[in-house]
């Protein structure tokens, strides 16, 4: 089992960095480095979407929205995942959630943080 909390939203004008954190509590058996760990967000309005992910075998990934822009990466010694935002955009706007999969490279995603608020104005 997983649980994984968020932080780091906030508000921001465009063109601003924001860096938004993830601590996941891992159940003995697991390690945080072997999960696969994804970011995920919700405009208003709009379906949840992809973001990025760390995947223990197959790497980083990201949406080709966030290309360039944004940067996943982590501390295992922390048990912690970050979202480091730059140049961001009105439309980036959401509400961002962490995930985790227990299973390598599935789009199956197991457990969910409970997400953190980013505005982006103009």
């Known amino acids: 089992q997983v649980q994984l909390v968020e932080s780091g939203g906030g508000s921001v004008q465009a063109g601003g960095s924001l860096r938004l954190s993830c601590v996941a509590s891992?159940?003995?058996?697991?390690?945080?480095?072997?999960?696969?760990m994804g970011w995920f967000r919700q405009g208003p309005g709009k379906e949840r979407e992809f973001v990025a992910a760390r995947r223990w075998i197959a790497g980083t990934n990201y949406a080709d929205s966030v290309k360039g822009r944004f940067t996943i990466s982590s501390d295992n010694a922390k048990n912690t995942l970050y979202l480091q935002m730059s140049s961001l955009r009105v439309e980036d706007t959401a509400v961002y959630y962490c995930a985790a999969s227990l299973t390598s490279n599935s789009r199956v995603w197991d457990y969910w943080g409970q997400g953190t608020q980013v505005t982006v104005s103009s």
């Open positions: 891992v159940a003995s058996g697991r390690t945080f480095r072997s999960i696969d």
